[in-house]
Nanobody
Framework: QLQLVESGGGLVQPGGSLRLSCAAS????????IGWFRQAPGKEREGVSC????????YSADSVKGRFTISRDNAKNTVYLQMNSLKPEDTAVYHC??????????????????????WGQGTQVTVSS
């Protein structure tokens, strides 16, 4: 059974940092596109950052570019999201998703209509003073 488990969320002050982890089980990440998505109450789901686990190529939404960095450790079967310079508008539940075919990493973030191979339960990030 393909599973993704997120961790690392929490409460942080504006300007602070958090690192989220997305650990995979039941499959190996290699050859998958992995993406981080977020959804705040009353807002649409947003593709934040996505990565090709084959070559490490990444895509990030304009709203987080320069502040968030996605990376992967295939040996640990884990993808990370380093979030710096956090803003109150970054407050949301953050989920990771896996899609077979690492070359889809850009479309994974831009097109919310995919049927994911795995979807995590999410981790809450709250940015507030």
């Amino acid at each position: 059974q393909l599973q993704l488990v997120e961790s690392g969320g929490g409460l942080v002050q504006p300007g602070g940092s958090l690192r989220l982890s997305c650990a995979a089980s039941g499959f190996t990440l290699d050859a998958y596109a992995i993406g981080w998505f977020r959804q705040a109450p009353g807002k649409e789901r947003e593709g934040v950052s996505c990565i090709s686990t084959t070559n490490g190529a990444t895509y990030s939404a304009d709203s987080v570019k320069g502040r968030f960095t996605i990376s992967r450790d295939n040996a640990k079967n884990t993808v990370y999201l380093q979030m710096n310079s956090l803003k109150p508008e970054d407050t949301a539940v953050y989920h990771c998703a896996a899609l077979s075919g690492s070359w889809y990493y850009v479309r994974l973030c831009q097109d919310l209509g995919f049927e994911y191979d795995a979807w995590g339960q999410g981790t809450q990030v709250t940015v507030s003073s």
